[in-house]
């Protein structure tokens, strides 16, 4: 067993640095000097090794002092990050103030065109299909605020009606058009788009190919 001293090297170990040295290097402590043994609350040492615990716990006491300066902000930095922190926030603010901004687009009367179509095929054959009729389009798209003028015609040989539900009720007959010597009947539908959303029209007799939609976008 290798022969041990008080370690009364000086400068002589305070109770502050035995608690420092126990708890930042007790591990690495037993791993490397392997003799060190505490006798009665001093610390004790094989002669060879008693000059080494010294330096090391110089080197601990430097450590101590790199960490803490690392993470000390100098004003330098301070100062950078306020700047890079108050551009992003007037990114942010300017972004949303150019949003709520923005103004809404100018609302205007828009006379829009519809024909009832027959397709020609025999609708007994398709699967889910009560016949063979559909609507010129299927997607009527305006701005909330517009106010919207379908002229609806019906050049086909069967009744067609142009039919909405809340919040833009319709419901109108357009009778048909049995020879080519008859007259192509035709109706008017105004609606105020003053709610956005999307909303469904169809014919009563023919649903469901001949529906669409109408856009309120807004």
């Given at each position: 067993?290798?022969?041990?001293?008080?370690?009364?090297?000086?400068?002589?170990?305070?109770?502050?640095?035995?608690?420092?040295?126990?708890?930042?290097?007790?591990?690495?402590?037993?791993?490397?000097?392997?003799?060190?043994?505490?006798?009665?609350?001093?610390?004790?040492?094989?002669?060879?090794?008693?000059?080494?615990?010294?330096?090391?716990?110089?080197?601990?006491?430097?450590?101590?002092?790199?960490?803490?300066?690392?993470?000390?902000?100098?004003?330098?930095?301070?100062?950078?990050?306020?700047?890079?922190?108050?551009?992003?926030?007037?990114?942010?603010?300017?972004?949303?103030?150019?949003?709520?901004?923005?103004?809404?687009?100018?609302?205007?009367?828009?006379?829009?065109?519809?024909?009832?179509?027959?397709?020609?095929?025999?609708?007994?054959l398709a699967t889910g299909l009560k016949a063979d009729y559909d609507f010129s389009a299927s997607v009527?798209?305006?701005?909330?605020?517009?106010?919207?003028?379908?002229?609806?015609?019906?050049?086909?040989?069967?009744?067609?009606?142009?039919?909405?539900?809340?919040?833009?009720?319709?419901?109108v007959f357009v009778a048909a058009h049995p020879t080519d010597q008859s007259p192509v009947h035709n109706a008017t539908?105004?609606?105020?788009?003053?709610?956005?959303?999307?909303?469904?029209?169809?014919?009563?007799?023919?649903?469901?190919?001949?529906?669409?939609?109408?856009?309120?976008?807004?």
């Amino acid at each position: 067993m290798p022969q041990t001293v008080r370690l009364n090297c000086s400068p002589p170990f305070s109770k502050t640095a035995r608690v420092s040295l126990a708890r930042l290097w007790n591990p690495l402590q037993v791993a490397i000097f392997n003799a060190t043994i505490i006798v009665g609350g001093q610390w004790t040492a094989a002669p060879s090794r008693c000059s080494k615990l010294l330096q090391v716990s110089k080197l601990l006491k430097a450590s101590a002092l790199n960490i803490q300066t690392m993470v000390t902000w100098s004003p330098r930095n301070t100062i950078i990050v306020a700047v890079l922190l108050s551009a992003v926030v007037g990114s942010v603010t300017g972004l949303g103030a150019s949003y709520l901004a923005r103004s809404s687009p100018t609302a205007q009367t828009r006379n829009f065109y519809l024909f009832a179509v027959d397709q020609s095929f025999n609708s007994s054959l398709a699967t889910g299909l009560k016949a063979d009729y559909d609507f010129s389009a299927s997607v009527i798209t305006v701005n909330k605020g517009d106010t919207l003028v379908i002229h609806f015609y019906n050049p086909t040989d069967q009744n067609h009606t142009f039919t909405m539900v809340a919040p833009y009720p319709n419901d109108v007959f357009v009778a048909a058009h049995p020879t080519d010597q008859s007259p192509v009947h035709n109706a008017t539908i105004t609606v105020n788009a003053n709610q956005a959303g999307i909303f469904p029209f169809y014919c009563r007799f023919h649903t469901p190919s001949m529906s669409g939609s109408l856009v309120v976008q807004g």
